[in-house]
């Protein structure tokens, strides 16, 4: 089946003339008609732009353009613009919302051939881990429908592992596309803060928020990643540094890396089929000839209220914008702050309104120093901790998440629970750096595990090489969700 292909896979037989961009298109297309119904992984399916883009592509090859990425459908979070095609963000304040013009992220990978299939599913505005805060219904997990994909990038791990899409965009503030893709068993990277830009990307945190990409294997994330990285003069966060070669850094050699071990990752109370399964690709990265050492990163406990703290009072401030004026659908109630209180109230949900309540207080008068600048200054540590292990180390290894997969519903009372979903994932966030996973096994429910690398900003080369090395040896990556 053409949907079985991994996008490196794909990209060779379009070259070789042995499928076509439309035929690859209408597969895919196919599989989403026949399976959403039961995942929800997409909020909007482009069908018709999607031909349309996949008959250009096979114009644009036969008229020998080999750009790197020519007739590849892939999916787009719904928190990234796409110009004439509903953004939604997962939130009922958005419905109906077509932007004019698009995200740099996703106009480089259109740039590059790449067929849009459609938008996926996301927790509302990307709060959340599980994709149920939508405000349009949950995704669930390819490998277990009562279970959920993960979130905030919920609905592009779905599509990449139900093979509905050969790869996809999301976005990553503490781990939104990392846990996603442990979940659901398929590859993921967030690049390093100001590697790739963030114009069009509707903000929740702005010195957190980062676009990430999700693929079956290393190499996939490597293209994708060469295809949207790179300075943007709109976005003043966009680092001024060239993209390096992603691929060429593919080389399967890990002989004499350094593999840090952070003893803090490894914690009472996690799934011991994680810990079990996460210890054995470490042993893996060894037995391949890296050079595999206990670190420390001492302040990792920290992460938790440092984010839900720092995050919240970004999005506070954020999610200002969003008033039923300017877009959206509106309350009206007369009096301008009656429609204000009205929309919002009507609009937003429950987990948005938690975390803009909680970042309206610690900007506070009187809660500012005690609450926002301590995070600030504890944000700090956490990426001095990585500064000081990144001496030692290249990489280093751990699990994405401290679980798999749960039931969908099964801590949607419980908020803390929840954010406990992430807390492998958040301190790569808060430092800036890069992070990846790649799957490392299967617990006995026969749910998928991730391994995350982690290595310093802007060396995405060697986290990738690392990944795909791990992959060459391995085979975890290659099982395919028994829909």
């Avoid at 740099?104 to 590059?112: C, K, N, S």
């Avoid at 781990?175 to 069009?200: D, E, T």
Wanted: aromatic share 8%.
């Amino acid at each position: 089946m053409l949907t079985d292909l991994t996008l490196s896979e794909a990209q060779a037989q379009l070259h070789a003339g042995a499928i076509t961009a439309v035929a690859l298109a209408q597969a895919h297309l196919e599989r989403i008609r026949a399976l959403e119904p039961d995942l929800h992984a997409y909020l909007t399916v482009t069908e018709d732009l999607a031909l349309q883009a996949a008959e250009d592509a096979d114009r644009r090859r036969a008229n020998s353009d080999d750009s790197p990425l020519l007739g590849i459908p892939l999916a787009i979070k719904d928190v990234l613009m796409t110009r004439g095609v509903p953004t939604t963000a997962g939130s009922r304040i958005l419905e109906g919302f077509v932007p004019p013009y698009t995200a740099t992220a996703v106009q480089r990978l259109l740039d590059a051939g790449a067929v849009m299939l459609g938008k996926t599913n996301t927790d509302e505005f990307a709060m959340g881990s599980s994709t149920e805060n939508s405000g349009y219904g949950p995704t669930r997990n390819p490998w277990d429908v009562t279970r959920v994909p993960g979130g905030s990038s919920g609905g592009s791990a779905a599509a990449v592992a139900a093979r509905m899409a050969l790869g996809a965009l999301g976005t990553d503030t503490g781990g939104s596309v990392r846990q996603p893709a442990s979940f659901c068993g398929v590859c993921a990277l967030k690049p390093s803060y100001g590697r790739v830009s963030r114009y069009g990307l509707i903000a929740f945190a702005s010195s957190l928020d980062q676009v990430g990409v999700f693929g079956r294997s290393a190499a996939d994330l490597a293209v994708l990643l060469g295809a949207i990285a790179g300075h943007d003069p709109r976005d003043s966060t966009s680092m001024a540094l060239p993209a390096p070669d992603y691929t060429a850094a593919l080389t399967g050699d890990i002989r004499g890396l350094r593999v840090g071990v952070p003893r803090e990752y490894f914690v009472e109370g996690m799934q011991p089929e994680v810990e079990e399964a996460v210890r054995a690709a470490i042993d893996q990265l060894a037995a391949l000839g890296a050079e595999v050492r206990a670190i420390s990163l001492p302040h990792t406990e920290y992460a938790l209220p440092v984010y839900y703290l720092i995050a919240p009072s970004e999005a506070s401030a954020n999610l200002a914008r969003f008033d039923g004026v300017r877009y959206g659908p509106r309350d009206a109630q007369g009096a301008l702050w009656s429609t204000y209180k009205a929309t919002r109230g009507r609009s937003f949900g429950p987990e948005v309104k938690r975390r803009i309540m909680l970042g309206t207080y610690a900007l506070s008068a009187g809660y500012y120093d005690a609450y926002y600048l301590k995070a600030q200054k504890v944000r700090t540590l956490i990426k001095q901790d990585f500064d000081r292990a990144f001496a030692e180390v290249d990489v280093i290894a751990a699990p994405t998440t401290p679980t798999t997969a749960f039931r969908i519903g099964e801590k949607a009372d419980d908020p803390l629970a929840m954010y406990l979903s992430d807390v492998f994932t958040l301190s790569a966030s808060l430092a800036g750096i890069v992070g990846a996973t790649v799957p490392c096994g299967f617990d006995g429910g026969g749910l998928p595990i991730g391994l995350q690398i982690i290595g310093p900003a802007f060396d995405e080369p060697t986290v990738l090489r690392a990944a795909d090395a791990y992959q060459r040896a391995t085979a975890w990556h290659t099982r395919r969700p028994p829909l």
